[in-house]
């Protein structure tokens, strides 16, 4: 293992163990951010209120040294409220540009869907392309800017699901789980006796990487090496979702790509500097799930996108 790897996996472990000052539990959504981080991918996480969505957000920019910015997500919210606009200053007679939530390091997009398509689609070049087209000028976005957006599956009423477009540019779906009993416990015991919102830094948490060392990190896997066969087994496993029976839509040659790069994340993780095909199939369901339609059949019968993908997976021959 290099010296690079080496310090990647330092990073990994001080930022897990920052985090875990904070948070009981969800140390598989940790792991998953710090690929996310690392691939220069987003994330959206799912589930009921009440899991840590938001405040695992927020510990893990605090822990990762990330400019963190929150926009909450409303129906009456617009484009201009997330990127910003160009108001006219009439004490120098010019326009001033006054920039959004979105200029920043680590954006939190708080219940994306509970805003309409048009105002969801603001994200969509920061996202893609990390810049940000304001009447016609570029302003761009730090390479390290990641949005990390959270969404409710409970309620139905007064939200906009996220289009196919706009979940592709996510790199992994992550669904908050409710803790076990005994981890429901800790978090009672750890935080019932205090007053007001819980806050990273009134926990400990701090930060314990720099830029400077996040781009090393970054650069560091691209020493890791994606053989051929595994190649052919990402391709092959992406291609089987588009001709499922149970699936009216399959995944992206986008997917293919995020997922190789995500396994190439995962090995440099585990220590080493090749990837070997449980890394593909341990994040294969994260990239997937999101991308996935199932058919009416599939839907009136009860299926599953993740119990499908785990068939895929199990039937889809891997590389030895």
Do not use: W
Not at 52 to 77: E, H, N, S, V
Not at 286 to 310: D, K, N, Q, T
């Amino acid at each position: 293992m290099t010296a690079a790897l080496e310090t990647l996996r330092g990073l990994a472990a001080n930022v897990k163990a920052e985090v875990g000052k904070a948070i009981v539990g969800q140390e598989d959504i940790v792991d998953h951010l710090l690929v996310a981080l690392i691939a220069q991918g987003h994330v959206l996480m799912e589930g009921p209120p009440g899991t840590a969505k938001t405040f695992l957000a927020q510990c893990f920019a605090r822990a990762t040294g990330l400019d963190y910015g929150r926009i909450q997500f409303t129906p009456d919210l617009l484009p201009g409220d997330i990127l910003g606009s160009n108001l006219f200053n009439f004490q120098t007679s010019q326009f001033t540009l006054t920039r959004g939530a979105i200029f920043t390091e680590l954006l939190l997009a708080d219940e994306i869907n509970r805003t309409p398509p048009k105002t969801q689609a603001a994200l969509l070049e920061a996202m893609q392309e990390r810049r940000v087209t304001l009447d016609g000028e570029t302003h761009v976005l730090p390479d390290r800017f990641m949005v990390i957006a959270t969404q409710n599956p409970i309620e139905s009423q007064g939200v906009y699901p996220l289009p196919e477009a706009q979940l592709d540019r996510f790199l992994f779906k992550l669904l908050a789980e409710y803790p076990s009993e005994e981890e429901e416990a800790n978090i009672v015991a750890r935080f019932g006796a205090q007053q007001g919102p819980p806050r990273p830094e009134n926990l400990g948490v701090e930060a314990v990487a720099t830029r400077e060392a996040l781009q090393e990190s970054i650069a560091s896997v691209s020493a890791v090496t994606l053989a051929p066969e595994n190649v052919e087994y990402v391709v092959r496993l992406v291609r089987a979702t588009r001709g499922h029976a149970d699936l009216a839509t399959g995944a992206s040659p986008r997917a293919a790509v995020l997922l190789g790069n995500a396994a190439r994340v995962r090995a440099a993780l585990e220590g080493r500097d090749y990837v070997v095909p449980d890394d593909i199939k341990a994040l294969a369901t994260a990239v997937l799930r999101h991308r996935l339609i199932l058919s009416a059949a599939a839907e009136i019968e009860g299926r599953e996108v993740e119990a499908i993908v785990g068939d895929l997976i199990e039937s889809t021959e891997a590389p030895r």
